[in-house]
């Protein structure tokens, strides 16, 4: 089934593994062959977004340091360095078919304050409506501890939510996710992987990639929450030649998470600001079972709540765990912690988080 006609808008996540060969210098045959599909779909009129590792790889070829240099200065350095060249590969490449470069580089703060956030999707707007491709990493040369993210795994995941996109194309060195270890003769690709559906994960192979910090389960988590906020999601083999235009084609080997109905804007944001989370509340289950029912629009009221954890202000996002299922999801809250902890199990309050204001995830 051809999709190109229901996407208009694609981020397209590169991990380190596609951009390199095994001794980890830049491979240009597979950076060309990417751009050459990024150009064919941006003719057809489809808006790419493109997240790429390998400024740290590309830095390590250009410049030797001295052994002196502890593990997260010399990533720091490699990557001050090797942007620029990954770059200016790009910016080459791009050129011979009249597409021009925009870098962004973030840190995960730059997707906590609301307000940052929409200044940033307002920048993405106007940079995707002319021949600009831009192109994403992690600010590799600030981003330490906790400004970290997990990989360019989950960047991809908040610019895609960020950005509308309607696909998440995440290009690994494997075909997809199998039902084994993917060396072995009788694995297969899982091929269709649908919201709430976590059977995949027991068999995912915990071993990181080769040069990049995430890996499958990573791939996993993310390609999982993105599908939950409507956001069609592949996981595919970036080795291969041709594959951005086999996934959109619908004929590529790989694997398809199956979105939901998308999600408000501001739901997005609540979905993917973990980082930003003020406080936890615990419902029973007869709430739970209300916010989880697809076919209800409900708020959550303090009748439901039977605990209240942390400190948060009107505003904060507080985390909602139930009693049996764990964490159901997130919201922004209406008032305080203290005057929730007031109202706790009382009948005839104020919703502590309203739905317009309400994410729940596929459990």
């Known amino acids: 089934m051809n999709q190109e006609k229901s996407i208009h808008k694609v981020v397209v996540k590169v991990g380190t593994n596609v951009l390199t060969r095994p001794d980890g210098l830049l491979d240009i045959t597979a950076i060309s062959q ?3 599909q990024i150009a064919t779909l941006k003719r057809k009129g489809i808006q790419i977004i493109l997240i790429s590792s390998g400024a740290v790889g590309a830095g390590k070829a250009v410049v030797q340091l001295s052994g002196e240099l502890n593990k997260v200065v010399s990533r720091q350095v490699y990557a001050a360095v090797g942007q620029i060249k990954l770059m200016n590969i790009y910016l080459d490449l791009f050129s011979n078919y009249d597409l021009y470069c925009a870098q962004v580089l973030a840190t995960k703060e730059d997707f906590r304050d609301r307000i940052h956030y929409l200044n940033m999707k307002e920048c993405f707007r106007a940079l995707l409506r002319d021949q600009i491709i831009p192109i994403v990493n992690e600010n590799d040369v600030i981003s330490v501890s906790e400004l970290m993210f997990t990989d360019n795994d989950e960047l991809a995941g908040l610019i895609a939510a960020m950005t509308d996109a309607d696909a998440l194309i995440i290009l690994s060195n494997v075909d997809g996710i199998y039902d084994g270890h993917p060396e072995e003769a009788n694995s297969r690709v899982i091929h269709q992987i649908f919201p709430g559906d976590k059977k995949h994960l027991s068999v995912i192979n915990p071993t990181r990639s080769t040069f990049g910090r995430g890996g499958m389960h990573t791939k996993a988590r ?35 998470f199956v979105a939901k109905e998308q999600v408000s804007n501001v739901k997005k944001w609540i979905a993917y600001n973990e980082s930003g989370k003020k406080g936890q509340v615990l419902i029973n289950e007869g709430a739970s079972n209300v916010l989880c029912d697809k076919n209800k629009v409900s708020s959550l009221l303090p009748v439901g709540i039977l605990q209240i954890d942390g400190a948060f202000e009107k505003g904060d996002i507080v985390e909602i765990v139930c009693e049996k299922k764990g964490l159901i999801g997130m919201g922004i809250a209406q008032y305080s912690s203290a005057t929730a ?23």
Do not use: M, P, R
């Open 222 to 256: 993310i390609a999982q929450k993105a599908a939950g906020v409507g956001i069609t999601t592949f996981i595919a083999n970036g080795k291969k030649a041709g594959i951005l235009l086999e996934v959109l084609e619908g004929n590529a080997k790989g694997t398809t």
């Open 341 to 363: 902890a007031n109202y706790l199990g009382k009948s005839g309050k104020k919703a502590l988080v309203h739905y317009d204001y309400l994410y729940i995830e596929a459990v």
């Open 34 to 36: 990417l751009i050459d």
